[in-house]
């Protein structure tokens, strides 16, 4: 069965750093999202991405984020200069057609930021 | 207007008893409800979903209740099973965009 992928599983980062979070959507899926869990809290939209470029971004989302499909397959999310509050699990997520509205989630990176 | 409030926070039940966990929202823009099942360093699963032009959808053991006068709607899950033992989101999602809306999450214990 299809699934997202996400890589690295783990990632470890000092604040002021960059992160680059990667993930292989579901193949000939065309909505592609990213999505975070701060420990022990609910999941947060961060932005979704259509036709290679952002459809809609969330308040969290700002210039310290950005996301490219850089080829065919990948979805990557930056973060320029990481805070300690950017500590959290970042799930990817896409969907085939607006109209079948099912998002599949990839297993999340954690990201940790000492 | 874009939340959606879900209890409870936490559950305890029984094997073989029934789960139940309700989520309430406002903006009736909310064009999808999905459920999500989340194991501990997994990420979301989806489980079930409905759309607000039917009451009951049911798959299996899992059913979902929707009360779109209320802004309702709610997951049951039959004959729990300690497999089950989870976290359950609630989510909306709004068409602009398609970007889900979660809920607090239900912590589910099922002892056996």
């Known amino acids: 069965e299809p699934e997202v992928t996400q890589t690295p599983s783990h990632q470890v980062t000092q604040m002021g750093q960059e992160v680059i979070l990667r993930c292989v959507p579901i193949?000939?899926?065309?909505?592609f999202y990213w999505y975070r869990q701060i420990l022990g809290q609910k999941v947060e939209f961060l932005v979704s991405?259509?036709?290679?470029?952002?459809?809609?971004k969330s308040e969290i989302f700002d210039d310290q984020f950005s996301v490219e499909r850089p080829d065919g397959s990948n979805f990557t999310l930056k973060i320029r200069s990481t805070k300690l509050e950017d500590s959290a699990m970042y799930f990817c997520?896409?969907?085939?057609?607006?109209?079948?509205?099912?998002?599949?989630f990839g297993p999340g990176t954690r990201l940790t930021v000492t | 207007q874009q939340q959606v409030k879900q209890s409870p926070q936490s559950l305890i039940v029984q094997k073989g008893g029934i789960s139940i966990i309700n989520c309430a929202y406002e903006?009736?823009?909310?064009?999808?409800f999905p459920w999500y099942q989340q194991f501990p360093g997994k990420g979301p699963a989806l489980l079930i979903a409905?759309?607000?032009?039917?009451s009951e959808k049911k798959e299996g053991r899992f059913t979902i209740s929707f009360n779109k006068s209320a802004k309702q709607f709610s997951l049951h899950i039959m004959d729990s099973q300690p497999g089950d033992s989870a976290t359950y989101f609630c989510?909306?999602?709004?068409?602009?965009?398609?970007?889900?809306?979660f809920g607090q999450g239900t912590e589910l214990s099922v002892k056996p």
């Open positions: 997520a896409s969907s085939g057609y607006r109209v079948s509205y099912e998002q599949y």
């Open positions: 193949s000939n899926h065309l909505y």
């Open positions: 991405f259509y036709n290679n470029e952002i459809s809609e």
């Open positions: 903006n009736t823009a909310f064009d999808y």
């Open positions: 409905i759309r607000p032009d039917v």
């Open positions: 989510a909306a999602r709004l068409d602009q965009g398609g970007k889900l809306i």
